[in-house]
């Protein structure tokens, strides 16, 4: 991992990489893939029973005060990135075809993240504490509004059908083991916040089990002969322009509304992540049955794109502040207005 450390791509992805790799080279079948398919539902529903005990209501009703940027942020996250991804729908069948734009789509309904966004923000010298309840309300809410999403606009375009089976297997899956951790979280938030191992096992253990199953399934329905090299090209571009185009308009926005820089800067960081580690998860449930391997494809690149250019971003702007004399027009390129100290 201290390799993994040392080169431009996140680790986590790297094991993902390889988690792709042994599904496509070993496969299961027959009742090894039923035994998994269960393993995976176990795991997903412990994964957001972790998520609940993680996330205080408490905090995020005392970050209520700052509710112009977590507006801000919701915004860009759950209405922005949603418009993105239905006026995408031109580049198909021609660009992308049906499954791999039903990914682009699923990619732009997911919440922000929560550790990378909080991260960035911190190197870049931003709100902290505002990106942190920005980040968990984002995940807190995605675990409705990203299945309606779902169901709203998937069903609409064509891409996708979500049966009411799936809506009941979100609520089992997701939802309920959700709420059961909000109400466990007086008991076991400090015994697992003291052994962070554990937590990250689950949160990573259960998305490469999601991988290993969904590409798994993939190689029996043959996806590899329907998605070229230039396929996932194309892919990668559409992810990074989409990028681009939010961190504009998450600086636009910013700057028009009148935030001060460090919340601008949660607001461009929290504004434009996409969570892998909710999303496979919530791909597994709302898919089931269907070339789930393709439809999460978008998500990973994106997840890695975004890990490059926002590490390059928030450097940028931490040495910014480092390197120059604080004055009323900010240099770092975010020509915001300077919170009062």
């Known amino acids: 991992m201290r390799l993994f450390s040392k080169l431009p791509i996140d680790g986590f992805v790297i094991s993902i990489l390889v988690t792709v790799a042994v599904a496509s080279v070993f496969p299961v079948s027959g009742e090894a893939a039923t035994i998994l398919d269960w393993v995976v539902k176990a795991a997903i529903a412990l994964l957001f029973f972790v998520y609940g005990t993680r996330l205080s209501l408490s905090e995020a009703m005392a970050g209520a005060r700052h509710w112009r940027l977590h ?3 919701l915004a ?7 418009l993105i991804g239905l006026a995408l729908r031109v580049l198909t069948p021609h660009v992308l075809t049906s499954a791999l734009y039903t990914g682009v789509l699923f990619a732009c309904l997911v919440p922000s993240t929560v550790q990378s966004s909080i991260a960035f923000t911190s190197v870049a010298r ?3 504490p505002a990106a942190i309840v ?12 990203t299945p309606l999403l779902v169901v709203a606009l998937m069903s609409t375009t064509g891409g996708i059908h979500v049966s009411a089976e799936s809506f009941v297997e979100i609520i089992v899956q997701l939802l309920i083991p959700f709420i059961a951790g909000q109400l466990c979280r007086p008991l076991i938030a400090g015994p697992l ?5 554990m ?3 689950v949160d990573r253990g259960s998305v490469l089990l999601v991988v290993y199953s969904a590409f798994s399934a993939g190689m029996a329905e043959h996806i590899w002969s329907s998605v070229s090299v230039g396929s996932i090209a194309v892919v990668a571009a559409v992810c990074a322009g989409i990028l681009a185009v939010v961190l504009g308009l998450s600086r636009l926005a910013a700057r028009t509304l009148g935030f001060a820089r460090d919340d601008a800067i949660v ?3 929290c504004g434009s992540k996409k969570s892998l580690a909710a999303g496979l998860p919530m791909a597994a449930v709302l898919f089931a049955g269907q070339p789930v391997g393709l439809i999460i494809l978008p998500l990973m690149i994106f997840h890695q794109i975004q890990l490059l250019v926002c590490s390059m971003l928030a450097t940028h702007y931490s040495r910014s502040v480092t390197d120059q004399v604080p004055q009323q027009t900010d240099d770092t390129g975010l020509d915001f207005a300077v919170r009062s100290p």
């Open 134 to 145: 920005s980040a968990s309300v984002s995940n807190l809410l995605g675990v409705v509004v």
């Open 199 to 201: 937590t990250k096992a």
């Open 76 to 82: 860009m996250t759950f209405v922005v990135f949603p």
């Open 193 to 197: 916040g003291r052994h962070p191992v």
């Open 267 to 269: 607001i461009q960081f």
């Open 126 to 128: 931003g709100n902290v």
């Open 71 to 73: 507006l801000t942020v």
